[in-house]
Each structure stands twice: as structure tokens, then as C-alpha cells.
């Protein structure tokens, strides 16, 4: 076991805590294993994380702000957004699977940190709606669903390769990447270019 450092021991457990959590859910996550892969003990674990669903709402909460810094919607470049929202889905496939075992383990009005990601979102919507202001974006299309669309039409290709391959007839390599996330864009123009 390595020498105690507080400090490097947490982002040990949480760095395992990720995998272990993105690979079984909630449910099937065990702290015994998240303890092992980080060279830890569950003891610690429960006294820097608290219970299991604690550590999996900040497990979660910090791979959601890794998304949001990383990518940004910004008034005037909104299709772009969604070519850089694949980017980030398509190397870091872990972010959706916690989401999709969020999903399954709680109810929308329980989800973790539920305002805060909220507002997170509401600024989205209010960039959508000022690149509508500006007569880049159609008026006539409702900002919110806008923002959702963007967000599903990558998520679909992450969450279910299988789907993607067999919709495809092959396998996805980077010249598919590129393609898709080409398609995406043009997509996104498309549909939001004012009438």
C-alpha cells in the first residue's frame, strides 16, 4: 500500500470510484472494490465520501463540471456546440454511462445536485435564446428543446454503440468519427438556420 497522503488517498478512491461506478451503477458498485483499485480502505472511503450514493452523486457531479468546462454553448457559434459536445462524449463514454445509472437508480426530482445543474442548463437555453435574439437561430423553435436535441443527438451514439454499428453496417473508426461528427453540424446548421 502506498505512503498516506490524504490528499493523493481521495483522488485515488475517486478516480476508482469513477470506473467502478460507471461499469456497475450504483447498485452493482462495491466499495470493497473501489477500496482495493485505489489502494485504500473502505473506512476512508466512507469517511472522506460518506455512504455510497454520496459518493456517487460527487463521483457524478465532478465528471458533469469536467463536461461543462470543457464544452460550452456559446450565442454564436451554437451548432458548433454539438461537435464539441461529441468530442468529449466519444472520449470520455464514462461521463454518459454515470448519467444513464443515475437514471436508473433515481427518480428526475431526486437526482444529485439537481439545482445546480438545473441552472447550468437554464444558462444553455438562455445562449440559444440570445443567438435567436441575434437572427442566427430560427425564432419560431422553442430554445429549451433546442438545447435538448443537441444533447440527444450525440448521446444516442455513446450510449449504444451496438445500435450505431449495426445501423452503419460497420465498425466506427475515426473516419466514421469524423463523418458523424461532421453530419452533426451540418445537421444542427440545417435545422436551425432562421426561414
Do not use: C
Not at 21 to 40: H, L, P
Not at 71 to 95: K, S
Request: no cysteine; glycine share 4%.
Amino acid at each position: 500500500m502506498p505512503a498516506y497522503n490524504k490528499e493523493q488517498t481521495k483522488a485515488r478512491i475517486f478516480d476508482a470510484a469513477i470506473d467502478e461506478f460507471a461499469a456497475n451503477g450504483i447498485a452493482g458498485a462495491r466499495v470493497d472494490r473501489i477500496a482495493e483499485m485505489a489502494e485504500s480502505n473502505k473506512a476512508l472511503i466512507y469517511s472522506y465520501f460518506g455512504n455510497k450514493e454520496e459518493l456517487f452523486a460527487q463521483v457524478l457531479q465532478k465528471r458533469l463540471t469536467d463536461l461543462a468546462e470543457a464544452v460550452e454553448l456559446r450565442p454564436d457559434a451554437v451548432p458548433d456546440y454539438i461537435g464539441e459536445l461529441f468530442d468529449f462524449m466519444v472520449a470520455n463514454p464514462d461521463v454518459l454511462r454515470l448519467v444513464q445509472h443515475e437514471t436508473a437508480h433515481f427518480p428526475p426530482s431526486a437526482a444529485p445536485h439537481r439545482e445546480e445543474r438545473a441552472a447550468h442548463y437554464a444558462d444553455k437555453v438562455t445562449a440559444v435564446a440570445t443567438a435567436q435574439d441575434a437572427g442566427s437561430i430560427d425564432p419560431g423553435l422553442d430554445p429549451r428543446f433546442i438545447v435538448l436535441s443537441l444533447i440527444g443527438l450525440v448521446s444516442w451514439f455513446v450510449a449504444a454503440p451496438q445500435i450505431t454499428e449495426m445501423v452503419l453496417a460497420r465498425e466506427v473508426d475515426p473516419e466514421v468519427l469524423a463523418a458523424y461528427r461532421a453530419h452533426l453540424i451540418e445537421m444542427a446548421t440545417r435545422m436551425l438556420r432562421v426561414r
